[in-house]
């Protein structure tokens, strides 16, 4: 800040001093409305980031008008970044409404990028929106993924019906996004949703489920579903004809602290005869971890 | 290409030769490739990570960019007719990308991070010297990074799992990247166990054959900023300062620390010198000056050398034949200061390669500090040759460990809160009563990108703990989140602030001599026994979810944790205060100012009120999308939240609050609390003067309330709290 006015010696004084702390790096601080300009003018993803990391507290109108087209970059960090900065300025409100409209509208890019610009912001108002867009089938699935995750960036267990309803769309990349989004949500505890999926046809659902039930650790076990977990991660560490879902079995029968009545002798087998090497170490060490 | 032809002659330009040597291919015909004298005897082979060439890895923090085409190669012997051998052939790793590696004590087996093309993480992975029997030691949602193999066939990493089961990560200091803390977990896969948590990032790690682990960790704090080294136990216990803060450092941050030589200093300490990569902490491609930093007796009295003078500190472009360094590993005699180094020429700077849509290359060399001069050893075009590190066995250093006792809390305490090398001042003899416990969070919780007008993080006070009769101190405190420490006085007010977050395991006992104490000398107890000890530890540990509960209204001094403004201090206010500061200038001693934002071209103007009323913020980084409490612009100014901006104020500015202190708070001072302990004495006030509002015929505040507004005072200033975390349904 510049001070012009001889009655604020003392504030300056004391930015100053906050400034000497650490001249080189305060956070959020040392930018400039060029410095933004050549970020960008650069196109280094790097670049962009630290700068407006860097400009946390700067403030000009020039520059929102600079990022604000950065909420349409194809680079998912980019966007992720310029959302960041741009909800910490003036004009949010109006940013909010005008991401909250797009998703609205049938252009599924324009959505996907308003989901992330939301899911930055982190305000509960924008669960319905999303909700509602998250099972629009007339959004692609990237779009839809991306109304997923910014429900999880919310975190409120609001947004866990919309999730659970996706988890049933026709498209895979929409139920693993579900999925995932699940362990996002302040307060998830419960396995059980994330059960419904582990005998999914598509691979990458399976393991966003077998993550989402292991992020629960002990939690999945004092469910109500957690007999039934452990029976399906044995099966899929058994039979699962993916290798990166037979390695997230096994490991996640050890982090839910799977009974070894249950567990042991799958994990065993797995640990002795998978073709894998890579699960055969993660069932080996995970057995250690089974409940006795 | 023309970046790589400009590096070598460069390198030539500046004296680096090659010793009459040519320059040949060795398996693919691309890399450079020369003999190099400088390669002590014993070494026969190195081992290094090369990497896609990337423009991602410019925070010093960055710790999950993937960019396919790692790969883990051994070069034996180190020279033109060595040869490479993949240890990472495994069909599995295609196209993986690989950040950081480290070699048994028996120099037979390798563990790394890695993620695979087809997953989303990095993961640890181990496999032999000879590239066989390689297997996965790490799975889930999570990455897993920097491994570094600790005594007792265990590996140390760090990782964004969650120690506290239920808890989310923490964010960093921009409330934006998720941090990283530090774990172990046996070679071969099993018993993992997650260290204690800080708010920030930690990095970096490296073993010293002390036993001891350096590693670099962002401190922030109020207005502390920066990456410095720290050291801890092997088994994640006894965190401490190493280098880096007390003034003492040449740049933000220092990283990839690795053990050089052990020294004894004046006063008889057998400590370390270490090589690391100093720099600023962003777009430099985490590379830097390399400094070798002797670890003095504590922090103040460390000392570093510039082994790189001419390579920028700073964020800035770094010249032709300057360049900048990846990474260091000490070779042969400390005394000879040879370095195998990952180097790179020209503008090490994410934003002028980007410009110039180039990369940065780093190649490995040997870089003699003594000269400054570099030769060549390896360099393929388009990749990062780092991390070369010579193959050789080497001693197994002890486990170094802090005493562990039953139970799930972690012990803080002092024998003698008065010493202290740093604030002794502040700290007048027989003046301190209790010592504050804080915890710290950050936005993950549910928080709207921050906390209110100020710097500060999340907090929440655990409780306060009697200062006994010899001075000590000590309570239990919860393990592995973020804590800090206020010394209060009989005012209930902070007499000296801890400047960082600490942290400890369950069990784990953190006793220190002082607040602060001279690192160099030994605190004395007298009769040889200490009363903390003697009497236990008070129990400060509340489980997770009783922590997190909102309190609802009831905010007493026996139970209150946060300090939500509207809910805390709103109707303190409201009861005694807005009868005459309600808004109108000129009377009751209501100030105004305006400020004029020529940035934004937009004003405000501000009287001071302490009513409730919503007041949009129109001006500064806040300005027109952000509200808060007429009383809240009030008291804490709009200082901080003016950025950057040029503003023009006329009128007579005003904050009443100091962040971080209610002692040099105005609103304080004004109201003059009385004493608190140790016992509530009306006749005994803080500040020489009257008592407001008092002496305007008002009513006084109760104790409770004095106490509400010096906690939220002394814990930043901020309005959001647990209490009041819009993220639970407001927001």
Redesign the interface.
Known sequence: ?????K??VF?SA??AS?SL??P??????G??PAAIE??I???????I???L??A??????ACSKLVLPLVDHDDA?VRQ?AA?WL????????LFVEMAERLGQPDSKLARNAADVLGE?????AIPSLSAALNNPAFDSEARASMAKALGEI??MGGLTALRQAMTADKGEVRAAAA?AL??L?GY?DPSPAAALLNDGDAEVRLEAI??I??T???AMQSASGNAIVQSLVNLAASDPDE?VR??AV??LG?IGAPFHIAGPALQQAAAGDES??V???A??AL??LAR | MKMRTAALLAAGAIGVGFGGMSLSGCNSGKQVLVNNPDIPQDVDSIIFLQRTARQDTGNVFEYNGYVAGARLLKLSPPAADGTLTELTSDPRFKNSDIMAWDLSFDARTVVFSARLATEKNFQLYAVGIDGLNVRQLTNGPYDYVFPVILPGQRVLFTTNKVVEEGAKQFRDEYERATTSQVGTIGMDGKNEQLGPRNVSHRVSPALMPDGNIVYTEWRHLGGINDGHLRKMNTDMTGMREAFGGEGNGITNSYLKARFVDRYTTASGKETQQLVAVATSRDRTLQAGKLVLISLGDDEASSKVEDLTPLVPGGRGPSQFGVGRYYDAEPLGNPADRRFLVSWADGPVNSEVLAEAKGKAEFGIYVYDAKTQTRRPIYDAPGMWDVMARPVRIRPEPPITQSPITAGKSFTLGALNVYASSTNSKELVPGEAFKVRLIEGFSSEEGFPNMFGLTEFDGQSNLGEVDILADNSFAAHVPANVPVTQQVIDRFAMSMVSEKVWISGRAGEQRVCGGCHENRSQNTLITGGLNEAIVRGATNLDKPRAERITAKGTAFTYESVRGVPWDLALQPIFDAKCVSCHEGTAGVNGNKTYTITDMTLGTSQTVTFDLRGTKTPIVVGEMSAGYDYPASYISMLGLGEELGENVVTITGEYFKYVEPGSARESKAIQKLNPPQRFPAIDPNRRAFPGATHPADRGGQELTPDEYYLMILNFDMGGQYYFRENNPGNGSY
């Open positions: 800040m510049t001070i012009v006015s009655t604020l504030l004391s930015i906050l702390l650490a080189s790096a305060q956070a959020g601080r930018s400039s050549s970020a003018r650069s196109g280094s993803v790097e670049a980031q630290s700068e990391e860097r946390e507290v700067l403030v000009c109108s960090r970044v960041w909800v910490r300025r003036g004009g949010r409100s109006a912001m982190r305000m509960l108002k975190g409120h995932a362990r996002d302040r505890t993550d989402s292991a992020y650790r002990s939690q990166r390695k997230k490991w996640a982090e090497p890579f055969r170490s993660l080996e060490a250690g971890r």
